[in-house]
């Protein structure tokens, strides 16, 4: 099984390289920036029903014979029970992101693993999607801009900016999706050079701003957050404040956390990430207000181990793997949310459902 050990993690980064990354911006496109699809792509539609099934997936584009795998389990599970639409949870593009929206990246990590499993896919930005310097240091957001020009040429790939929201159906939404970027609050190497991504600059400001705002005039029965970075996680990364057990901010996550506690919590009932290459479903606590963390980022990549053995590995979890490829499946309706994890054979790329609970 992949693990991660070939991977640059916070406790060895230097904080000091932050000053290689200076100088790297460009102003982010906010919803009303959106780029359009381009002429002669025709988007696949959104469904218009009282019934949303969808999957769940994150940290899947590596290219590998790993994705291929789940992507296998993926198409065998969508022809026997049909999808509605999907969530790519970031890292969507290993391990440096996209040099641009016409890279051939997006065709050997995206299209062609996905073959047949023709439905929106909505796109969040990750670590990787905006590498600088080494892989996932998250230190170039310019990088991401590409993975959102490249909404104008797919037909699957959605992400129209680099935070967005999908109300499904339309009209009388049974759920909305909020798609976040917390990547200027969690990056390895700080965009402490260029004040428009700041934690509290420009690209944040509106991003709280529209969210909020978003959130209020929302109908939908079920409001879902989608990040790259999660808020809780008993994995390697760890809970956002505590990232990989540095103790220095902003690195260690510390306004992620501050993000998440002051504009999600307690307003949508779930969050959804990945990051953390794993598969979790963890219950809601005072701090969260309710709202639900499930981590979903073992599409390709496993943590290749247990939960880290430390005292901050404390969330209470309905069900956690680290060492299975995987995915997660949620039916929605107006009365109920129902989630089913499907774990991985590498050698065969056959799932088993491992878990299955309604949690709503």
Same mark, same amino acid.
């Given at each position: 099984m992949?693990?991660?050990s070939?991977?640059?993690?916070?406790?060895e980064?230097? *904080?000091?390289?932050?000053?290689?990354?200076?100088?790297?911006?460009?102003?982010?496109r906010? =919803?009303a920036?959106?780029?359009?699809?381009?002429?002669?792509?025709?988007?696949?539609?959104?469904?218009?029903?009282?019934?949303?099934?969808?999957?769940?997936?994150? !940290?899947?584009g590596?290219g590998?014979?790993?994705?291929?795998?789940?992507?296998?389990?993926?198409?065998t599970?969508?022809?026997?029970?049909?999808?509605?639409?999907?969530?790519?949870?970031?890292?969507?593009?290993?391990?440096?992101?996209?040099?641009?929206?016409?890279?051939?990246?997006?065709?050997?990590?995206?299209?062609n693993?996905?073959?047949?499993?023709?439905?929106?896919?909505?796109?969040?930005?990750?670590n990787?999607?905006?590498?600088a310097?080494f892989?996932?240091? +998250?230190?170039?957001?310019?990088?991401?801009?590409?993975e959102?020009?490249?909404?104008?040429?797919?037909?699957?790939?959605?992400?129209?900016?680099?935070?967005?929201?999908?109300?499904?159906?339309?009209?009388?939404?049974?759920?909305?999706?909020?798609?976040? !970027?917390?990547?200027?609050?969690?990056?390895?190497?700080?965009?402490?050079?260029?004040?428009?991504?700041?934690?509290?600059?420009?690209f944040?400001?509106?991003q709280?701003?529209?969210?909020?705002r978003?959130?209020?005039?929302?109908?939908?029965?079920?409001?879902?957050?989608?990040?790259h970075? =999660?808020?809780?996680?008993?994995?390697?990364?760890?809970?956002? +404040?505590?990232?990989?057990?540095?103790?220095?901010?902003?690195?260690?996550?510390?306004?992620?956390?501050?993000?998440?506690?002051?504009?999600?919590?307690?307003?949508c009932?779930?969050?959804?990430?990945?990051?953390?290459?794993s598969?979790?479903?963890?219950?809601?606590?005072?701090?969260?207000?309710?709202?639900?963390?499930?981590?979903?980022?073992?599409?390709?990549?496993?943590?290749?181990?247990?939960?880290?053995?430390?005292?901050?590995?404390?969330?209470?979890a309905?069900?956690?793997?680290?060492?299975?490829?995987?995915?997660?499946?949620? !039916?929605?309706?107006?009365?109920?949310?129902?989630?089913? *994890?499907?774990?991985?054979?590498?050698?065969? +790329?056959?799932?088993?459902?491992?878990?299955a609970?309604?949690?709503?």
């Amino acid at each position: 099984m992949v693990s991660d050990s070939d991977t640059i993690g916070r406790r060895e980064f230097v *904080v000091g390289a932050a000053a290689l990354a200076a100088g790297a911006t460009l102003v982010g496109r906010t =919803p009303a920036q959106a780029v359009p699809v381009a002429d002669g792509v025709a988007k696949f539609s959104f469904p218009d029903e009282g019934r949303v099934r969808v999957l769940v997936t994150g !940290d899947a584009g590596t290219g590998t014979r790993t994705q291929w795998a789940v992507a296998d389990a993926m198409r065998t599970f969508h022809s026997r029970e049909p999808i509605s639409l999907a969530l790519g949870l970031g890292d969507n593009i290993y391990e440096n992101g996209p040099h641009d929206a016409a890279d051939g990246q997006f065709a050997d990590k995206f299209e062609n693993p996905n073959e047949g499993l023709d439905f929106p896919w909505l796109m969040v930005l990750g670590n990787h999607d905006n590498s600088a310097i080494f892989p996932g240091d +998250g230190g170039w957001l310019l990088r991401g801009n590409a993975e959102v020009e490249y909404h104008a040429r797919s037909r699957r790939w959605w992400m129209p900016s680099r935070y967005y929201s999908v109300r499904v159906p339309e009209q009388n939404p049974v759920v909305e999706f909020f798609v976040l !970027d917390v990547n200027p609050l969690a990056a390895y190497l700080p965009p402490i050079f260029s004040p428009y991504w700041a934690a509290d600059g420009q690209f944040m400001n509106e991003q709280r701003a529209w969210l909020d705002r978003a959130l209020a005039e929302s109908t939908a029965t079920w409001k879902i957050a989608c990040t790259h970075h =999660p808020y809780s996680s008993n994995g390697p990364h760890g809970d956002a +404040g505590h990232y990989d057990g540095v103790p220095i901010a902003p690195i260690n996550g510390v306004h992620v956390k501050s993000f998440i506690e002051d504009h999600v919590a307690g307003r949508c009932q779930f969050i959804l990430s990945g990051h953390d290459h794993s598969l979790q479903v963890l219950e809601p606590t005072t701090a969260s207000k309710g709202t639900r963390q499930i981590v979903s980022g073992a599409a390709a990549k496993t943590v290749g181990s247990e939960a880290r053995n430390t005292e901050d590995a404390s969330n209470t979890a309905l069900y956690e793997n680290y060492h299975e490829l995987g995915f997660m499946v949620l !039916d929605l309706t107006a009365n109920a949310v129902d989630l089913r *994890v499907h774990t991985v054979d590498l050698a065969n +790329g056959t799932s088993t459902e491992a878990f299955a609970r309604r949690l709503g």
